[in-house]
C-alpha cells in the first residue's frame, strides 16, 4: 500500500468519487439481498419440511390396540376325545394365539435380547439403536444394512403395514414408511403397557416351516406347547426371527446353531441367564430332537379321509346354514382359528384303519392299478404329452382287455420302460415322468352312531394316501348299489305306505320288465315258487322285489330314497344328446339308477331303519366355534325327519335280523350280538356291499375295482368279512341288546305258502310266525294247499289217468288270477300224466324212468 502523500491524496480522491460509491453501495445491496434470500428459503424450507413432516403424520394409518393384534389362525381339529387331530392352515394363517401367561420368560427374554436390549427402556425408539445404526452405515459407505427397528417397529410393520409399505422400491417411500412407523410406535407405548406389546409381537413373528407365532413354531419343531420349551429351545425360536429361511433349524441346523450361540451370549451379558445356565444350554444336543421330531411330522401332515371330509362338510354348512359367502367361508375355515369338534371315535377309526389295511383282509393276490402321465421333448424343442389313456391304447392294440392292473410294481415299471422304448425316438428326452400304483380292489367304510348321526369312523380307501383331498371312496364315489337297494327302494315303501307284510307272498317264476327284457335271480334261472317279502329279503329275490316295486310303482320308490338322503338320484336328466335319463323304473328295485350312490348316504339310509325310521344327516363335527369360543356351527343345527314309521322299521330290521342269521349275509354275523343288515352286489360283481347296524352301530362296506373290473369269485365276501372285522372289535366287551319292539306290533300265526291264515291239517309244515303292524294282520285262510288225489312223482294234482295217485296234500302255485275261488284250479296245477302223455309212443320208458326217480329220491 502506498502511504505517500500523493499515494494519500489519491486514496481520498477515489473515496470521495461518486461512482466508486454507488459501486460499493451496488455490491452491498446485492450481499443484503442475497442473505435475506437465503433467510427466506431457510424459512421455506423449514415450512415445507415441517408441512411435509406433518403430511407424513397425518397421512399415518389410524390404529388402535386391536389394529395390532394378529390375524390368521390356523383351525384345530379335535376328536371326540378332546384330542387335537390337525390343523387346517392357509400359507399366511399357521399361528396359534397364546397369552403372556403361557409363554415362558426364557423365551421372552432370549426375543429381547437379540432384537431389542433396550426395549424396556424405550419410549418405541431406540435413539441410541438409530445412532449405531447411521454411524456403521456411513462408515460402510453409505450401505445402510443394520436395523434399529424397535420390537414395537416391528410389531407395526407387520400387522399395520401392509406389502405395499414393506417392499418400498425407493429411499422417499421407505423414510416416509419409517417416520410413521416411529410416530405411531411413541403413541402406541402411550397407550399399551410392554408385556402386551411384546404378546402381540411373539404371536406375530414368522419362524419358518410356514410358522407364524412362538405356538406354531414350538409345535412344529418340538412337538409340544411353548409353555414346555427350555432354555436351548427359546434360543433356538429366537435365533429364527432375523431370518426364517437362513435360520431354518430344520433346512439349516449349523446356521441355527451359530445364531442360537449369539442369542444365549446376548442373554449372558445383559443379565438374562447366569453362566451355569449358559454352560447348560450351549451343552444341549437340541438339533437331534428337531431332527427325529421332523421325520415323525413329514409323515403324518396329510389329512385323513375322515378330515378330508369333514373340512368339505364345515365349508359347506358355513355357507348353507351359518350364511356366509363362499370366500369367506373358506378363510374362515383356513385362517379364522376355529375349532372344530369332529365325531371321530379314536379307537373306533383305530380298528377300521387296522382292518382295511390289513392285506389279509383281502382274499386273492392284490394287484394294482397304473395311472402314468410322460412328457416327452423333442430335439426341436416341441413338447409331446402322453396320458394314462395313450398308455392303456397302446397295450390294447395286442390285448384288447388289458386294465391297467399288474400284479407288482416291478411288472408296472417293467411296462413303462417298454411304454418308452416303442414311443421315444432318438434324441428324445424326457422332460417329466410320474407314475401311481393303487392296490385293488378298493374299499370303503363308514360307522354311524344311529341315534344322532354322528360319523365315528370313515376309510376311504386302502392303500397310502399320498396328499389330502384325495380320492374318497366313502364320500366320493358313486357306484351302483345293485341288491343292496330292495329294502330301501321297494320293500320299506311297499310295507311303510302300501298295504304291504312281509308275510304277503309273491310268486317266484318267470318274469320280465315292461320292456320284455326277461329277470333272472342272482342264483341262476331256477324259480322258487311262492315267496314271502320275508323270504324275498332274506335270500335277495329279484323277481319277487320287481313285482313288488312294479306294484307300488317306481315313483313311489324313488320318493321314498330321496326322503332317506340320496342325492345322487336322477328323476329326469337330458344328456348333451338329447337322451332322456331317469331312475323312475322298474330296475330301480335292483338298484339299477344312473350315477351310483355313495357309502355315506347309503349308511346313513340304513341308519335311519336303525334308528326307529328317523333320518339323521349323516355329520362329522358336534360344533364349531370361533376363534373366541362362541359356537357358529352345531350339529343339532341340522333337524332329523322321520322317513318310516317305527313299526315298518321294526319289520324291517326283522327280516334283515334273517339276512344275516341265515340268509346271504351269514358271514357278517357276531357272535353274542343282534345284527341286521342287507348284502349288495351287482349283477358283473363290480360292486360289492354290506350294511348292517346294531343295536349301537351302523356300518357300511364297499368293495370293488377303481376301474369297474369285476371280483373274482373269492373276492365276493370280502365287504360282510370287512365289516364282521371292524364291527366285532368296535362291539367287544358291549352286553347284546335287543332291538326294541314298538307298541303297534303283534304276532300271528300264518302258512308261509300263501301268506294266510293256515288250515288244519293242510298247512302243517308250513306253519311259522309272523310280526305285523296291528290291523294288517291276515284274516283270510290259505289256498294254496290242496288235499285229495295227489300224483307221487311232481306233487300236483292227480290227473284221472295218473298211475302215481294216491292221497295227501299238495301246495299249488300262488294264484295270481283273484277271480278264482279256494279249489279252483288251473291246468298248471295238475300232474303231466294226462291223456297227451299216454298217446306217446314211449310212454312206458318215462313211467319207468319216474318209477326209478320216486323210488331214488
Not at 384330542?83 to 415362558?104: C, F, G, Q, W
Not at 378298493?442 to 360307522?447: K, L, M, R
Not at 317279502?533 to 320287481?546: A, C, D, H, Q, Y
Request: negative net charge; glycine residues 8%.
Amino acid at each position: 500500500m502506498n502511504f505517500s502523500k500523493l499515494g494519500i491524496k489519491r486514496t481520498l480522491r477515489q473515496m470521495r468519487s461518486k461512482g466508486i460509491k454507488v459501486a460499493n453501495l451496488f455490491k452491498v445491496s446485492i450481499l443484503q439481498l442475497l442473505f435475506i434470500g437465503f433467510i427466506i428459503s431457510c424459512v421455506l424450507g423449514m415450512c415445507v419440511g415441517i408441512g411435509a413432516f406433518n403430511g407424513i403424520l397425518s397421512s399415518s394409518p389410524e390404529i388402535d390396540e386391536f389394529d395390532l393384534i394378529p390375524t390368521g389362525y390356523a383351525t384345530l381339529v379335535y376328536d371326540s376325545e378332546g384330542h387335537e387331530m390337525t390343523k387346517l392352515v392357509s400359507s399366511n394363517a399357521n399361528r396359534s394365539y397364546v397369552t403372556m401367561d403361557k409363554i415362558p420368560q426364557d423365551l421372552c427374554d432370549a426375543v429381547v435380547a437379540i432384537e431389542d436390549e433396550r426395549f424396556y427402556q424405550h419410549n418405541g425408539i431406540d435413539i441410541k439403536g438409530i445412532i449405531r445404526a447411521g454411524y456403521r452405515g456411513i462408515k460402510n459407505g453409505g450401505k445402510f444394512k443394520e436395523g434399529a427397528s424397535t420390537i414395537t417397529q416391528q410389531l407395526l410393520k407387520n400387522n399395520v403395514f401392509d406389502d405395499s409399505w414393506v417392499t418400498e422400491t425407493n429411499m422417499v417411500n421407505k423414510f416416509k414408511r419409517k417416520i410413521q412407523e416411529q410416530y405411531l410406535a411413541i403413541q402406541i407405548e402411550k397407550k399399551m403397557d410392554k408385556s402386551q406389546i411384546l404378546e402381540y409381537y411373539l404371536n406375530t413373528i414368522n419362524l419358518g416351516q410356514s410358522t407364524l407365532g412362538v405356538q406354531a413354531a414350538s409345535q412344529r419343531y418340538f412337538g409340544k406347547p411353548v409353555y414346555q420349551l427350555n432354555l436351548s429351545e427359546s434360543a433356538v425360536l429366537a435365533g429364527i426371527t432375523q431370518n426364517p429361511s437362513k435360520y431354518n433349524p430344520i433346512t439349516h441346523p449349523d446356521r441355527n446353531a451359530e445364531k442360537r450361540s449369539t442369542v444365549l451370549e446376548y442373554m449372558y451379558k445383559q443379565g438374562y441367564i447366569d453362566k451355569s445356565e449358559y454352560d447348560q444350554a450351549m451343552n444341549d444336543d437340541v438339533y437331534s430332537r428337531i431332527k427325529k421330531y421332523n421325520e415323525e411330522v413329514s409323515t403324518t401332515n396329510i389329512n385323513s379321509y375322515f378330515v378330508d371330509e369333514l373340512t368339505n362338510q364345515v365349508a359347506e354348512d358355513l355357507i348353507n346354514i351359518a350364511g356366509y359367502d363362499k370366500d369367506n367361508a373358506y378363510k374362515l375355515l383356513y385362517a379364522g382359528g376355529l375349532k372344530i369338534y369332529s365325531t371321530q371315535n379314536p379307537e373306533i377309526q383305530s380298528y377300521c384303519d387296522e382292518v382295511f389295511g390289513n392285506e389279509e383282509s383281502y382274499a386273492g393276490k392284490t394287484k394294482y392299478l397304473l395311472s402314468y402321465q410322460l412328457t416327452v421333448e423333442k430335439p426341436d424343442g416341441e413338447l409331446v404329452n402322453h396320458s394314462t389313456e395313450m398308455f392303456q391304447s397302446f397295450y390294447q392294440e395286442t390285448n384288447k382287455d388289458f386294465k391297467l392292473l399288474y400284479e407288482s410294481e416291478e411288472d408296472a415299471l417293467a411296462a413303462i420302460e417298454n411304454y418308452k422304448a416303442n414311443v421315444m425316438e432318438e434324441n428324445d428326452d424326457v422332460r417329466a415322468e410320474t407314475y401311481n400304483l393303487t392296490p385293488q380292489p378298493q374299499a370303503s367304510i363308514t360307522v354311524m352312531d344311529q341315534h344322532n348321526g354322528y360319523v365315528l369312523a370313515m376309510v376311504g380307501g386302502r392303500g397310502q394316501k399320498i396328499a389330502s383331498k384325495t380320492l374318497n371312496r366313502a364320500c366320493d364315489s358313486e357306484r351302483q348299489p345293485g341288491s343292496l337297494f330292495k329294502v330301501l327302494s321297494t320293500y320299506a315303501p311297499a310295507i311303510d305306505a302300501c298295504g304291504f307284510t312281509l308275510g304277503d307272498v309273491q310268486y317266484d317264476g318267470p318274469f320280465t320288465y315292461k320292456n320284455g327284457r326277461p329277470i333272472s335271480n342272482w342264483y341262476g334261472q331256477a324259480y322258487r315258487g311262492n315267496c314271502s317279502l320275508r323270504r324275498g329279503i332274506k335270500e335277495s329275490l329279484n323277481i319277487v322285489t320287481v313285482k313288488v316295486l312294479t306294484q307300488i310303482t317306481p315313483q313311489m320308490g324313488y320318493n321314498y330314497l330321496v326322503n332317506f338322503g340320496f342325492t345322487t338320484l336322477v328323476e329326469r336328466e337330458v344328456t348333451k344328446n338329447g337322451e332322456v335319463m331317469t331312475d323312475v323304473h322298474q330296475a330301480l328295485a335292483l338298484g339299477g339308477i344312473t350315477h351310483g350312490v355313495t357309502n355315506l348316504e347309503t349308511n346313513a339310509a340304513f341308519a335311519t331303519i336303525a334308528n326307529e325310521g328317523v333320518y339323521n344327516r349323516p355329520i362329522l363335527y358336534s360344533k364349531v366355534t370361533d376363534s373366541d369360543g362362541n359356537i357358529i356351527l352345531d350339529s343339532s343345527m341340522s333337524e332329523p325327519h322321520r322317513v318310516l314309521k317305527e313299526t315298518t322299521a321294526f319289520l324291517l330290521t326283522s327280516a334283515m335280523q334273517d339276512v344275516v342269521n341265515s340268509g346271504t349275509g351269514t358271514m357278517a354275523r357276531i357272535p353274542d350280538m343282534n345284527i341286521a343288515g342287507k348284502t349288495g352286489t351287482t349283477s358283473s360283481y363290480n360292486d360289492i356291499w354290506f350294511s348292517g347296524y346294531s343295536p349301537y352301530y351302523t356300518a357300511t362296506v364297499w368293495v370293488g375295482f377303481d376301474n369297474n373290473v369285476d371280483l373274482a369269485g373269492n373276492q365276493h365276501d370280502i365287504a360282510k368279512y370287512l365289516w364282521k372285522e371292524c364291527m366285532s372289535r368296535i362291539h367287544a366287551g358291549l352286553p347284546n341288546a335287543p332291538f326294541d319292539m314298538p307298541n303297534g306290533i303283534t304276532q300271528c300265526a300264518i302258512c308261509s305258502e300263501s301268506g294266510k291264515l293256515p288250515r288244519d291239517g293242510l298247512c302243517n309244515d308250513h306253519v311259522r310266525m309272523e310280526y305285523y303292524e296291528v290291523g294288517t294282520e291276515p284274516y283270510e285262510y290259505c289256498d294254496v294247499h290242496y288235499m285229495g288225489n295227489i300224483c307221487g312223482y311232481d306233487g300236483k294234482i292227480a290227473c284221472d289217468t295218473c298211475p302215481f295217485a294216491h292221497e295227501g296234500v299238495a301246495t299249488l302255485p300262488l294264484r295270481e288270477d283273484s277271480s278264482l275261488d279256494y279249489g279252483q284250479t288251473t291246468p298248471n296245477n295238475y300232474c303231466c300224466h294226462n291223456n297227451a302223455f299216454f298217446a306217446q309212443p314211449n310212454y312206458q320208458d318215462i313211467l319207468n324212468q319216474q318209477m326209478w326217480e320216486m323210488q331214488n329220491r
